[in-house]
């Protein structure tokens, strides 16, 4: 069974910047979509970024330019990295993987992000 563990989250003012971590347990993390949902309280759980094993990335339209996501297939981990942080960002971060040879997905637990003067 793969294991996803969410790292970095935390409190940070506006206009600074985290980077969150999503360590897995997967033996063929390289096949794996792997992506980025957030859920702010009181609100939906809304994809925010994925990365394809192919390199194929997607960003939504309220991050676009200020986040990055990106995996390291050796470390088999995928990063989300976050700049010029808004308050509306505030939210639990989710790490997510598809895969797809198994038509299964995998959910890790969530880190918390808190961005506030």
């Known amino acids: 069974q793969v294991q996803l563990v969410e790292s970095g989250g935390g409190l940070v003012q506006p206009g600074g910047s985290l980077r969150l971590s999503c360590a897995t347990s997967?033996?063929?993390?390289?096949?794996?979509?792997m992506g980025w949902y957030r859920q702010a309280a009181g609100g939906e759980r809304q994809l925010v970024a994925f990365i394809t094993s192919a390199m194929i990335y997607y960003y939504s339209d309220s991050v676009k330019g200020r986040f990055t996501i990106s995996r390291d297939n050796a470390k088999k981990t995928a990063y989300l990295q976050m700049d010029s942080l808004k308050e509306e960002d505030t939210a639990v971060y989710f790490c997510h993987a598809r895969d797809h040879q198994l038509d299964y997905e995998y959910w890790g637990q969530g880190t918390q992000v808190t961005v506030s003067s």
């Open positions: 997967a033996n063929r993390f390289n096949e794996y979509s």
